[in-house]
């Protein structure tokens, strides 16, 4: 018995598979009505056009008639142009498995003959099911793709590299949603990622699209990660600095020109680790997957125009301010 989900639309039905026992056999594998399901934009999911009187899979049938056949035909007239199997010998099961032993008087001609056999046409075998439409709803959209690169690393003995992704199969839904929604709606349901999953989100960008003119990062770990601004100052500056090298009793003056300062701007950490003295990053959160990942690319955006905004100390105030560069003052 084959138990068919459906989700009905106006414009056909997403059919899934909901017994559990598929045997090697997907609901993509079936024929409704003698004709094959279109594939969705789920991978579990199928498009009928209505609902089925009729389920059926193909069954192929094994091949008949083998026989070995003379591979020249210039022999035909010493020897047989076609031996069945068991004309030509039998099959033996021993310590080694089961294998064909060519009979004495043909043992020695066994390398003249190839083994043929007929096809038989498929079978079209009815199956017994049941069909049961979950929900209706208009249409079933799918959901934007989210697609976010969070960390690369290295497969040793391919000496490659693989960059890892947060996608939508990483979205976590309420354990309710899941109980009562079909998968194929669980996109259009509230949905999070998870605060370790946002940090590795928000990392790899800033990596990846930080202007290290501007900003820099100071602390880049799995568990704790700081970037600080880079202001120019309004009036640079000569420091000097004094170090003493080991066996020596005089210390060595360096002068070094001073035309920024460093301010922190962005730290975090993640509810796994929870470091002690940074800010523990939020999970992204949202009505529904499309708005999770509107969600993600506007917090990004607005984080790299903050990181990447280029400024200097205004010199009206002697650095208790600070102006945008290539902003009038």
Not at 35 to 42: A, D, V
Request: some cysteine; proline content about 5%.
């Amino acid at each position: 018995m084959i138990n068919i989900v459906a989700v009905k639309t106006n414009k056909g039905l997403f059919i899934t598979r909901n017994d559990g026992n598929y045997n090697g056999r997907t609901i993509s594998g079936y024929l409704f009505d003698g004709e094959k399901p279109e594939p969705s934009f789920h991978q579990d999911w199928f498009i009928i056009n209505q609902e089925p009187a009729r389920v059926s899979h193909t069954q192929k049938q094994s091949d008949i008639n083998h026989r070995y056949v003379l591979t020249d035909d210039t022999l035909s007239n010493k020897l047989p142009t076609e031996l069945p199997i068991d004309e030509a010998g039998e099959y033996i099961k021993d310590c080694e498995g089961q294998h064909f032993v060519w009979k004495d008087e043909y043992a020695m001609y066994k390398s003249l003959y190839i083994l043929v056999s007929d096809s038989q046409p498929d079978l079209d075998v009815e199956d017994e099911f049941s069909f049961q439409i979950a929900f209706q709803v208009d249409e079933v959209k799918p959901p934007k793709e989210i697609n976010y690169p969070v960390n690369e690393r290295r497969v040793s003995y391919k000496d490659e590299k693989i960059i890892d992704h947060i996608t939508n199969k990483n979205t976590e839904h309420q354990l309710l949603d899941k109980m009562v929604f079909p998968t194929i709606l669980l996109a259009d349901t509230p949905c999070r990622l998870s605060s370790e999953e946002s940090y590795k989100i928000i990392r790899w960008h800033i990596k990846q699209n930080i202007d290290y003119k501007v900003a820099k990062i100071t602390s880049d770990y799995d568990f704790c990660f700081t970037v600080v601004k880079v202001i120019q100052l309004a009036e640079p500056y000569t420091a000097t600095y004094e170090r003493t090298l080991r066996g020596r009793r005089k210390p060595t003056i360096s002068n070094r020109f001073v035309s920024t300062r460093e301010v922190p701007i962005f730290e975090m950490t993640h509810a796994a680790s929870n470091y002690k003295g940074y800010t523990t990053i939020q999970g992204f959160e949202a009505d529904d997957e499309n708005k999770l990942k509107q969600q993600i690319d506007n917090y990004l955006k607005d984080l790299m125009g903050k990181i990447n905004e280029p400024l200097k100390d205004c010199p009206h105030c002697k650095g208790k301010g600070v102006v945008v560069l290539g902003v009038k003052e």
